[in-house]
């Protein structure tokens, strides 16, 4: 079984900054990918940024260029940089893992308004 935490969530104004961390434990062999989506009320749940283990990485239309997907492999650790918010980025987060079973956090809640 693998857990994973998030953190970093919260309000921030539009065109501010905020940094999204995941950490995975428990059972884990290997980590093919670790990634976020995102759901907003009344919306599907949509993929933000995903990352390979070797760095590769893929990134939802409407954050390209504004939000960043990193890893560390050492401490099975995703982060997401979020610059240049917009109130439509206003969701719940949620961090994912490939293991490669899929696994899920508990969500994260990034309010966007002024």
């Known amino acids: 079984q693998v857990q994973l935490v998030e953190s970093g969530g919260g309000l921030v104004q539009p065109g501010g900054s905020l940094r999204l961390s995941c950490a995975a434990s428990?059972?884990?062999?290997?980590?093919?990918?670790m990634g976020w989506y995102r759901q907003a009320p009344g919306k599907q749940r949509e993929l933000v940024a995903l990352?390979?283990?070797?760095?590769?990485?893929n990134y939802g239309d409407s954050v390209k260029g504004r939000f960043a997907i990193s890893m560390d492999n050492a401490k099975n650790t995703v982060y997401l940089q979020m610059n240049s918010l917009k109130p439509e980025d206003t969701a719940v987060y949620y961090c994912?893992?490939?293991?490669?079973?899929?696994?899920w956090g508990q969500g994260t809640q990034v309010t966007v308004s002024s």
């Open positions: 994912s893992a490939r293991t490669p079973a899929y696994y």
């Open positions: 428990g059972s884990i062999v290997k980590i093919y990918d």
């Open positions: 990352i390979t283990s070797g760095g590769s990485t």
